[in-house]
């Protein structure tokens, strides 16, 4: 027990700033998975063909693709590729960007694929009279949408949307390999200078497990609250 | 974009291919009988082996993949009696690791997807086999089991494709499987997009013939014919 010690002789609390560490990637990748979701909804529900390719082959490629070949990708091109961008501005410096930001985005990119199929099937579910009364009372395009149609789908979305962010929440253990101290990373480093691997990963294990059964709680009260009219 | 190194590191991630679909059939194969085992458990009555049933299906839910791998790839050999026994040869392996890692997991998801299946056949089929004196095993394997398969084949194609994705984890405790000799490329060459292109082709393509395969099958057992 001396090992989870808070201070200099235990792990106790760097698994604590560790675990903050993982809730804080978790909560900006899911929000770059909605902005990213944003975006790529309206495409895939598009009268235009071209635009629906474009939202189905961001859909497709990142499902199909498995998540630590994205973080591959972000964790060696991601500052490449700004500093190709810097360079057109005339910015010839190295550029460095920190793990946290290369994660998130990975991670969101991801999360935003996933995101952008649960809205799409939430908005196709509501009912077609909807959208048809809405405009015969004469409610702008904006409120049409989030006055009308966002509440009903929020309803719809949320049990959905609780599987992406468990799909996030363990999705970020895989950003360890770029070297950010979350939950996976830190338990890698105890179990390092410990040798006791056995019981820092089952650890790790086990606050995953507390995450998930606790998020699992807060959702399931928000969804109690989001359909109240049902 | 460099065309030359995307030329000469097809055939290097083709090769690695074979080691994805090595681990990926190992791993689907056991983790079926393992989730029919804990689903058949989950139905069973008896509340302790239900809850049992249970808790493994949510604890291999509920944690990364990566965790279960590293706990039994370098968390099982710290147990010295381990280390005595004939399951060393196993462990000792990354490999056999890797595929018991991914077979408990995928036969956690596997027991809920077969689960439900089981749960959402109507009583009246059961009850209309029993009137005709069949007897409860044969209910179970000829009427039972082939309409949990066709019912839990849509969810049981996306475990598939999750599953496939997740073999790429194999490359964390030194496998070189597809992922891995993508990554090893990229860190000796710093050419990320090309890689990602040529390895990332070759999963969308993985998941491309997954996806079909699955439409076809679940097209043929229809109930509509």
């Known amino acids: 027990m001396e090992l989870l010690a808070f201070g200099k002789t235990g792990w106790g609390d760097e698994l604590f700033y560790a675990t903050l560490m993982t809730i804080a990637v978790s909560i900006t990748a899911m929000l770059v998975g909605f902005f990213f979701a944003l975006i790529f909804t309206p495409l895939k529900l598009s009268k235009y063909k071209t635009l629906n390719l474009v939202g189905n082959f961001y859909t497709t490629v990142i499902r199909g693709v498995p998540e630590l070949l994205v973080i591959y990708l972000f964790f060696f091109g991601g500052s490449g590729a700004i500093m190709y961008v810097a360079s057109i501005f005339g910015y010839y410096e190295y550029i460095e960007i920190n793990a946290f930001i290369t994660g998130s985005m990975a991670i969101g990119i991801i999360s935003g694929a996933y995101s952008t199929e649960v809205f799409r099937g939430a908005i196709q579910s509501i009912d077609k009279g909807q959208f048809e009364a809405a405009k015969v009372l004469g409610i702008n395009k904006f409120g049409q949408f989030?006055?009308?149609?966002?509440?009903?789908?929020?309803?719809?979305?949320?049990?959905?949307?609780?599987?992406?962010?468990?799909?996030?929440?363990?999705?970020?253990?895989?950003?360890?390999?770029?070297?950010?101290?979350?939950?996976?990373?830190?338990?890698?480093?105890?179990?390092?200078s410990t040798r006791d691997p056995l019981f820092f990963y089952s650890f790790a294990a086990v606050l995953y497990l507390l995450l998930t059964y606790v998020s699992m709680k807060l959702i399931n009260k928000l969804e109690v609250r989001y359909s109240k009219g049902y | 974009m460099d065309l030359d190194l995307m030329i000469t590191s097809f055939p290097?991630?083709?090769?690695?291919?074979?080691?994805?679909?090595?681990?990926?059939?190992?791993?689907?194969?056991?983790?079926?009988?393992?989730?029919?085992?804990?689903?058949?458990?989950?139905?069973?009555?008896?509340?302790?082996?239900?809850?049992?049933?249970?808790?493994?299906?949510?604890?291999?839910?509920?944690?990364?993949?990566?965790?279960?791998?590293?706990?039994?790839?370098?968390?099982?050999?710290?147990?010295?009696?381990?280390?005595?026994?004939?399951?060393?040869?196993?462990?000792?392996?990354?490999?056999?690791?890797?595929?018991?890692?991914?077979?408990?997991?995928?036969?956690?998801?596997?027991?809920?997807?077969?689960?439900?299946?089981?749960?959402?056949?109507?009583?009246?089929?059961?009850?209309?086999?029993?009137?005709?004196?069949?007897?409860?095993?044969?209910?179970?394997?000829?009427?039972?089991?082939?309409?949990?398969?066709?019912?839990?084949?849509?969810?049981?194609?996306?475990?598939?494709?999750?599953?496939?994705?997740?073999?790429?984890?194999?490359?964390?405790?030194?496998?070189?499987?597809?992922?891995?000799?993508?990554?090893?490329?990229?860190?000796?060459?710093?050419?990320?997009?090309?890689?990602?292109?040529?390895?990332?082709?070759?999963?969308?393509?993985?998941?491309?013939?997954?996806?079909?395969v699955i439409k076809y099958l679940e097209k043929k057992y229809s109930f509509q014919q």
């Open chain 1, 146 to 192: 989030y006055k009308i149609i966002l509440p009903q789908m929020l309803r719809l979305a949320i049990p959905n949307l609780s599987n992406v962010w468990q799909i996030t929440l363990k999705d970020t253990s895989l950003i360890s390999v770029t070297g950010l101290v979350e939950i996976m990373r830190q338990s890698y480093i105890a179990a390092g």
């Open chain 2, 12 to 212: 290097k991630l083709l090769g690695a291919t074979v080691v994805t679909l090595k681990l990926l059939s190992a791993s689907l194969f056991f983790g079926l009988f393992i989730g029919l085992f804990f689903a058949i458990l989950r139905l069973n009555k008896n509340i302790f082996i239900n809850k049992f049933a249970y808790g493994y299906s949510y604890i291999f839910r509920g944690t990364p993949l990566l965790v279960q791998i590293f706990i039994i790839y370098f968390g099982l050999g710290q147990i010295e009696y381990l280390r005595t026994t004939f399951l060393w040869v196993v462990l000792k392996e990354p490999y056999w690791c890797a595929i018991i890692a991914f077979t408990l997991n995928t036969g956690a998801y596997t027991s809920e997807i077969l689960r439900s299946a089981f749960q959402t056949i109507k009583p009246g089929i059961i009850e209309a086999g029993k009137s005709l004196g069949i007897s409860n095993k044969i209910i179970f394997y000829k009427i039972q089991i082939p309409i949990a398969i066709r019912q839990s084949l849509p969810a049981y194609g996306n475990e598939i494709i999750l599953m496939m994705k997740g073999t790429s984890l194999a490359s964390t405790v030194t496998l070189m499987d597809l992922t891995g000799v993508a990554k090893y490329i990229i860190s000796t060459t710093f050419k990320p997009i090309e890689v990602f292109i040529v390895a990332g082709g070759i999963y969308l393509f993985m998941t491309f013939i997954i996806h079909n």
